[in-house]
T-cell receptor, first 116, second 114 residues
Framework: NAGVMQNPRHLVRRRGQEARLRCSPM?????VYWYRQLPEEGLKFMVY????????ESGMPKERFSAEFPKEGPSILRIQQVVRGDSAAYFC??????????????FGNGTRLTVT | GNSVTQMEGPVTLSEEAFLTINCTYT??????LFWYVQYPGEGLQLLLK?????DKGSNKGFEATYRKETTSFHLEKGSVQVSDSAVYFC?????????????FGQGTTLQVKP
């Protein structure tokens, strides 16, 4: 049973370009969470999605960042016009029910974005 | 809002030493508490969890007890190994806003020397 799959593993972008990060949740999981980990820091929640719906985007920057989880295909985190401060590891996690008490999150190995 | 505070690292120990990593939390309602471990270059793996007061989570020799009276969930291991070297994150979810979203502490790096 494959775990949470994220790609690419490493992504290098120049300032002003767009970054697209993909996440395929575990089989049977319909709840996806995105987190950002800045160097030497903990993970900060960004957004929580179910299929075709954004449930909680309280951690998303107001500009340049967007996320989707379509009916078919992976969840996408999109960063437009990247800046150096966007350099970080972005982790995706999934769960079957969105009820963390009984279904802990399963994390992917992350995408490490470097903006040059 | 909900928050988690961990002791600052790095924590450096010799093999077979006793480990404690402190974690305290602030939350409304009755959250669940977790410890995750992150090995270099990898994602987070669930280490253990506790869902109600006085529960003890345990796995791979690690333990943590949910203490509501002190709002703590300290991680302990009696005898660490070099292979335990990693970053450890304390986290909570649930409480009054149960969307499954995890709130993490800042992480504590553990280095175990042979």
């Amino acid at each position: 049973n494959a775990g949470v799959m994220q790609n690419p593993r490493h992504l290098v972008r120049r300032r002003g370009q767009e970054a697209r990060l993909r996440c395929s949740p575990m089989k049977g999981h319909s709840h996806v969470y995105w987190y950002r980990q800045l160097p030497e820091e903990g993970l900060k929640f960004m957004v929580y999605l179910q299929k075709e719906n954004i449930i909680d985007e309280s951690g998303m920057p107001k500009e340049r960042f967007s996320a989707e989880f379509p009916k078919e295909g992976p969840s996408i985190l999109r960063i437009q016009q990247v800046v150096r401060g966007d350099s970080a590891a972005y982790f995706c996690a999934s769960s079957p029910s969105g009820q963390g008490n009984n279904s802990p999150l399963h994390f992917g190995n992350g995408t490490r974005l470097t903006v040059t | 809002g909900n928050s988690v505070t961990q002791m600052e690292g790095p924590v450096t120990l010799s093999e077979e030493a006793f480990l404690t990593i402190n974690c305290t939390y602030t939350a409304t309602g009755y959250p669940s508490l977790f410890w995750y471990v992150q090995y270099p270059g990898e994602g987070l793996q669930l280490l253990l969890k506790a869902t109600k007061a006085d529960d003890k989570g345990s796995n791979k020799g690690f333990e943590a007890t949910y203490r509501k009276e002190t709002t703590s969930f300290h991680l302990e291991k009696g005898s660490v190994q070099v292979s335990d070297s990693a970053v450890y994150f304390c986290a909570l979810s649930g409480g009054s806003s149960n969307t499954g979203k995890l709130i993490f502490g800042q992480g504590t790096t553990l280095q175990v020397k042979p």
